[in-house]
């Protein structure tokens, strides 16, 4: 007699579906598909996962919590340790294939490392003597800062959708020329992030 499957847990559904998504993408991944790469049927999937984003919100839970612990005990102001915290959130992004369109699609509501994240920084924030409507919203424009900026490094543009160079040149030469010049990943975020943080202090020096 054929020796019977254990039923599929939950945790190997998960490890599958970050394989797989690993491998193709969130475009690529799909409950049918998954099923059939472990050897499995549709319906069985569905018993723990209503749908796929059911399945890309827990996986948004996965991205985050290894990293959060180096933020747990700041050693620096307010704007340093937001500083900090946006390297940190952008390089957990940047760890897992689509890890910014995961996230952002899981939002504050569905995933609740992301909310511990930014009640992790609420806090940090309001103990240093930042109020709490400030203390918002910093946190919410590092944060969409550093999805968005992520959103754009991880984007798989197809061969049609890169235009012809030279029609770039000709058109819009200063733009040419400013994406010729434009410095690698982890400068231009550097320097994105530092400018939205001298707005957090010049708004911080104006209330007292």
Do not use: C, N
């Amino acid at each position: 007699m054929r020796q019977q499957r254990a039923p599929l847990t939950r945790a190997e559904i998960l490890a599958a579906a970050s394989a797989a998504v690993e491998r193709a993408g969130v475009d690529g991944l799909s409950l049918r598909r998954l099923a059939a790469d472990l050897g499995s049927h549709p319906p069985v999937i569905y018993r723990h996962f209503t749908d796929k984003r059911a399945l890309l919100d827990e996986l948004a839970e996965r991205i985050l919590p290894a990293r959060l612990p180096e933020l747990t005990e700041p050693a620096e102001g307010p704007a340093e340790w937001l500083h900090r915290a946006g390297h940190v959130f952008r390089q957990a992004l940047l760890a897992h294939r689509d890890g910014a369109r995961i996230v952002a699609g899981a939002g504050l509501p569905r995933a609740p490392i992301l909310a511990e994240l930014t009640e992790l920084a609420l806090g940090v924030l309001t103990r240093a003597g930042v109020d709490l409507g400030a203390a918002r919203d910093a946190t919410h424009t590092v944060l969409t800062y550093t999805q968005g900026f992520v959103l754009e490094e991880q984007a798989e543009p197809q061969p049609a959708e890169v235009p012809d160079p030279g029609l770039l040149v000709r058109r819009f030469p200063l733009l040419a020329g400013a994406l010729a010049d434009r410095p690698d990943p982890d400068a231009g975020y550097d320097r994105g992030l530092r400018w939205i943080l001298a707005g957090f202090d010049a708004d911080a020096a104006l209330r007292r």
